[in-house]
């Protein structure tokens, strides 16, 4: 692992302590402020108090950042502790999914995964949906993971109960693979053959409701297409996710139409509805506006 991304480490991750990483903002501020200096610092020693103080940090600031890279032993004593979790870090450009890096801020410094890491830049498509499904609702996750794994795509979902499980059931069970973005403990899920678990900044975090959101948008952004089984109201975390993805343009959005009023108003903000049999994804195509639109 490079300097680089050990001081991306060391600077936004926990590493399993009880400490306050920077924040995405605040580490491109960082990066910002040092790529304007002249000549640039050779490695992680050359980081003084004499340099963030150049760079125009106070003296509290300053000691956070020292005391955050002042742990290259707990670095390595997290990343040895589990063998079967590695990490990618996002200036990893051959590894590291290029569809995540269109979320900008809100792009990881680092994903901790456990399977085949292969499936990372694989094509792919997001699967999101209520927890509390109705049938419907379930037969259409389900006809999403069969057509993933049948035309070749790996599924993501965030295996929560409801559309998230049944279509990453479904596509398993059809010979497809599965990409999980999880919001709470990595090291709790077992190694899954053709499952890749990730979780954003850590292997060791508890579950949150920043957690679970936040790992929605990273589902949304790896999927080419994402498709809703079901959003009855607007709010909740499906909502959340996919009025997300409709105003940032991360992927193209079907979803069922159940006439319910969170899909009609998902359907207002340009999703696509879709009946419940779905045609080969390769055909899928939004619609094209008309020159009123």
Known sequence: MRGAEEGLLLLCCKLGQSVKPLSAAEYKQMRALAAAKKPAIG????????????LGYGEEMTGRILSLLDRPQVLLNYLSAHEDVRVITRLDEERFPRRLRRLGIDCPAALFCKGDLRLLNTRCIAAVGSRALYSRGRAFAREVGKHAASEGFTLVSGNAAGADSAAQKACLEAGGKVICFVPDELTKYPETENVLYCSAYGYDLPFSTARALSRNLLIHALGELTFVAQCPSTSGGTWSGTS????????????LNDGSKGVNALIALGAVPVDDRLPPISELQPPQLSIFD
Request: hydrophobic share 35%; net charge negative.
């Open 244 to 255: 997300e993805n409709l105003k940032r343009g991360l992927s193209d959005v079907y979803v």
């Open 43 to 54: 490695s992680l020693g050359d980081v003084t108090p004499a340099y963030l103080s150049s």
